[in-house]
């Protein structure tokens, strides 16, 4: 699932803000405060996902591509699947860019057949719904910290 969508906001401002997001989920699982300088390619960590099964509920986020201002990606692995997460960042014009998001999930070998409806049908409805949702709220908590900011 690939979305593209139009910002009003800086690439520095939204990769910032997505690097503040990491760090946070970070602090959160690992309870170790994570600087966002030792964000780059190769950074793992354990996260658990309260909304799957106790089985499937542990996954390990390993940062693939991290270019400061122009892209983020990192796998979610289980037990069950690998999902793939980018942001890719282009530069409009001054406080323009367009975010293209994109999610793609694989289930496992000894899954695919069992799951193969649920993944083809329903994820890629979803997913694309929560990838434009996702950006504008991004989108909207940047905005929202200038304008506090600026007062």
Known sequence: MKVRQHLQVSAEAFFAEIMTSICA??????KKKVRMA??????SYTKRLPKRSTKNAE??????????NRRYCASFTSQMDITIVS???EVMDAGTIAVTYEENYQLKDAYQLKHRFFRDTLLAKDAQKRG???LKH??????KQQKAGAV
Request: proline share 3%; charged share 30%.
């Open 25 to 30: 989920d970070i602090q959160k699982e690992t």
């Open 38 to 43: 030792i964000l780059e390619k190769g950074y």
């Open 59 to 68: 996954v390990i986020v390993k940062i693939l591509d991290c270019i400061p």
């Open 87 to 89: 942001y890719d960042i």
């Open 132 to 134: 434009i949702k996702l």
């Open 138 to 143: 991004i989108e909207h908590c940047i905005i």
